[in-house]
């Protein structure tokens, strides 16, 4: 390498440093992502939640892991209140039965979600909806608890989404409003819709929130909004367990990928990065330099067709024309079972009208064909014309049968 080529190349590397060193000392992006995951800290996690109920529940309070329709099925004396928080939960109809017959004995089913299975909207008399006016940076939402004996009294402030659903029909006659949403776009406040509602079902009650971030790290933190959280959960019944579920999460609790450690520690993760740029270093500098240039390996050549003529020759010379008829006879035949599938070759006339079918040949040209071959068989000599003429014939068979 030239003088020029190693000042480009120190150019080059003092350049990625630096790009390097700036993207490590940035700050770290927030991540968004609406996991609501017991154990994740980021804003949309349920860390906070998790510990605020396990010190305000700590004898009634169980995680539950399993699928719900796994864990009723395997404990039938259980009772109370069963917690769902997820950015959108989805039971399947045996799951969603399960549920709702547990319900029914007199416990508890609390659901935050932002939407909601038809067959659940179907047996409660719901309907859902969402308000959606794009990305303006004005917009937010005010929502607000109507039970007045909860200790809330102002409106909760939420200005992260850009659509907001609610319940736009309920069964007025059975359902309990528990909980408003109003959108307020360019200082100009929308209807009020409901987004949180407690519905009697059977001996039992079903809660129903469209706002499941109101159990986030994000919304809890912020400013007084833990009044709001606080007043969801008193309409758990604090008496007996609440369990809590963590089988619906967006996210994962646990990554059982090894990259996950390396990627997500900022060191490791540029300590990777670097080693990866310097094995792309060493492949393009000292492999080029220590390879050696491949052989060109000239395939074999393909002599079958110069012994096949060496073999002809050797049959032409000794005259020995009866052999070769027989060789050609005996392909032509191989030919015919193995181009129309035939097992046996027969010397009848349905023998012969099935191959003149399938060849596009006439009866009688077929006839033909196999009545000379049938005549050179049963001859003791054979002369050179009959010899050409069988080719011929051949010739003329496969050629109108391959449509030439």
Do not use: C
């Not at 809330?152 to 992260?160: K, Q, V, W």
């Amino acid at each position: 390498m030239g003088k020029k080529g190693t000042i480009y190349l120190g150019i080059a590397i003092l350049t990625l440093a630096a790009f390097m060193l700036l993207q490590y000392s940035k700050p770290k992006e927030i991540n968004w992502f609406p996991s609501y995951v017991a154990s994740h800290k980021i804003p949309y996690g349920t860390v906070v939640l998790n510990t605020v109920m396990e010190g305000l529940f700590p004898s009634q309070l169980q995680q539950v892991y399993n699928p719900p329709f796994e864990f009723i099925n395997q404990n039938d004396s259980i009772n109370g209140s069963y917690v769902f928080i997820n950015n959108d939960i989805q039971f399947n109809k045996e799951e969603l039965n399960a549920l709702l017959n547990w319900t029914a004995k007199g416990n508890r089913l609390f659901i935050a979600s932002k939407d909601f299975e038809e067959e659940l909207k179907d047996t409660l008399g719901l309907e859902t909806d969402f308000s959606y006016v794009g990305f303006e940076t004005s917009q937010k939402q005010l929502h607000s608890l109507l039970n007045p004996r909860l200790t809330l009294t102002d409106s909760i402030i939420f200005n992260r989404d850009t659509s907001t659903p609610y319940f736009n029909k309920i069964d007025t006659l059975n359902t309990t409003v528990l909980g408003q949403v109003a959108v307020v776009v360019d200082k100009k406040q929308k209807e009020l819709q409901v987004n949180a509602l407690m519905h009697p079902f059977g001996d039992g009650t079903i809660i129903l929130s469209t706002f499941p971030e109101a159990f986030t790290n994000y919304f809890i933190l912020k400013r007084e909004n833990k009044a709001y959280t606080a007043g969801m959960l008193s309409y758990l019944d604090d008496g007996k367990p609440i369990y809590l579920d963590n089988h619906y999460k967006s996210g994962k609790s646990f990554y059982t990928s090894p990259m996950y450690i390396f990627l997500n520690t900022k060191e490791l993760k540029w300590a990777y990065y670097i080693a990866l740029f310097g094995a792309l270093l060493y492949v393009i500098f000292e492999g080029k330099r220590k390879q050696r240039a491949i052989p060109v390996v000239t395939p074999l050549p393909n002599r079958t067709l110069d012994f096949t003529r060496t073999i002809s020759d050797m049959y032409y010379l000794k005259s020995d024309q009866k052999s070769i008829a027989e060789h050609k006879i005996n392909y032509f035949l191989d030919w015919l079972r193995t181009r129309f599938y035939i097992g046996n070759i027969r010397k009848e006339d349905d023998f012969y009208n099935t191959i003149a079918s399938r060849s596009g040949h006439s009866f009688e040209f077929v006839t033909k064909v196999f009545s000379f071959m049938e005549h050179l068989r049963n001859s003791d000599q054979i002369s050179d014309d009959d010899l050409l003429k069988l080719n011929t014939l051949l010739q003329k068979f496969k050629a109108k049968t391959d449509g030439k």
